[in-house]
T-cell receptor, first 114, second 112 residues
Framework: KQEVTQIPAALSVPEGENLVLNCSFTDSAIYNLQWFRQDPGKGLTSLLLIQSSQREQTSGRLNASLDKSSGRSTLYIAASQPGDSATYLCAVYPMNTGFQKLVFGTGTRLLVSP | GAGVSQSPSNKVTEKGKDVELRCDPISGHTALYWYRQSLGQGLEFLIYFQGNSAPDKSGLPSDRFSAERTGGSVSTLTIQRTQQEDSAVYLC??????????FGPGTRLTVT
């Protein structure tokens, strides 16, 4: 059974810091990996989708990398801002159980203080 | 264009009542998904529709849960005889040809 873990579970940083969120998955047989952001009481906002043939994706201050062989992905946030405060979720598209059924990580709750 | 919409945004119901949750996917998206987010279980897959194919119901937790998708567009998730453990946020997503999934704002269900 695919399990996705995110470390750290919570992170509190001052504004301006660069930070790294980690996502690990137990079964390397995945198609894509997607990073989401969730604000309190809200749905999921897609941040980056890394397709099976890619190793990283960038959008603005965000950069996500994927190493399928080691079962890891990292989300790098540059020059963090208070508006980045949210819960960040990674999700994998597994090959073996139906790639449509996303398997989500446990989440990292980020707080950026001004 | 418009994103995925869900209604109601919040629903409070008494234990034992039936509830219906609605999802309007992005226009033209052929695939539609339901997920549940609860404190104890995190975010988990419930059911998936692709075009006119039979839905994949493998994530439904019990036979009290059912879903339908009419005309390849709007979907309704029905929970019969609600229990307190059904309290959660129910999220709907849609995608084009089972590619990147786009999520709605969710319905927060509270069973008292």
């Amino acid at each position: 059974k695919q399990e996705v873990t995110q470390i750290p579970a919570a992170l509190s940083v001052p504004e301006g810091e660069n930070l790294v969120l980690n996502c690990s998955f137990t079964d390397s047989a995945i198609y894509n990996l997607q990073w989401f952001r969730q604000d309190p009481g809200k749905g999921l906002t897609s941040l980056l989708l890394i397709q099976s043939s890619q190793r990283e994706q960038t959008s603005g201050r965000l950069n996500a990398s994927l190493d399928k062989s080691s079962g890891r992905s990292t989300l790098y946030i540059a020059a963090s801002q208070p508006g980045d405060s949210a819960t960040y979720l990674c999700a994998v598209y597994p090959m073996n159980t139906g790639f449509q059924k996303l398997v989500f990580g446990t989440g990292t709750r980020l707080l950026v203080s001004p | 264009g418009a994103g995925v919409s869900q209604s109601p945004s919040n629903k409070v119901t008494e234990k034992g009542k039936d509830v219906e949750l609605r999802c309007d996917p992005i226009s033209g998206h052929t695939a539609l998904y339901w997920y549940r987010q609860s404190l104890g279980q995190g975010l988990e897959f419930l059911i998936y529709f692709q075009g006119n194919s039979a839905p994949d119901k493998s994530g439904l937790p019990s036979d009290r849960f059912s879903a339908e998708r009419t005309g390849g567009s709007v979907s309704t998730l029905t929970i019969q005889r609600t229990q307190q453990e059904d309290s959660a946020v129910y999220l709907c997503a849609s995608s084009l040809n089972t590619y990147e999934q786009y999520f709605g704002p969710g319905t927060r269900l509270t069973v008292t």
